[in-house]
């Protein structure tokens, strides 16, 4: 059983920052792709960016190209999100997601495992 646990939101102003972070209690990090993806009031969960498992490969949707950024530490299973300038529009409930054994993916159906996710709030 793979749990996830996001930390690191809150609220800030916009072009502000902040720094997601991920703990994933696995046996073996490196087994699993990650995803964070989001989910603002009414609307559709939607992929954010993802990192193959050593971290080669990352993807980000158009809205946040330039200005996020997805890392992670197999050492200490953690997977990190990167905001910057960010703007109200960003405004979400923010998840993490694990994949196992199978390349990255900006597809909800394809990760098993979600975490309870973390309030991003960015007032104009």
């Known amino acids: 059983q793979v749990q996830l646990v996001e930390s690191g939101g809150g609220l800030v102003q916009t072009g502000g920052s902040l720094r997601l972070s991920c703990a994933a209690s696995?046996?073996?990090?490196?087994?699993?792709?990650m995803g964070w993806f989001r989910q603002a009031p009414g609307k559709e969960r939607e992929f954010v960016a993802s990192i193959s498992r050593f971290g080669v490969t990352t993807t980000y949707a158009d809205p946040v190209k330039g200005r996020f950024t997805i890392s992670r530490d197999n050492a200490k299973n953690m997977v990190y999100l990167q905001m910057n300038s960010l703007k109200p529009e960003d405004t979400a409930v923010y998840y993490c997601a694990a994949r196992p054994n199978y390349s990255s993916s900006a597809r909800t159906t394809d990760y098993a495992y979600w975490g309870q996710g973390t309030q991003v709030t960015v007032s104009s």
């Open positions: 696995v046996r073996t990090f490196s087994n699993y792709a």
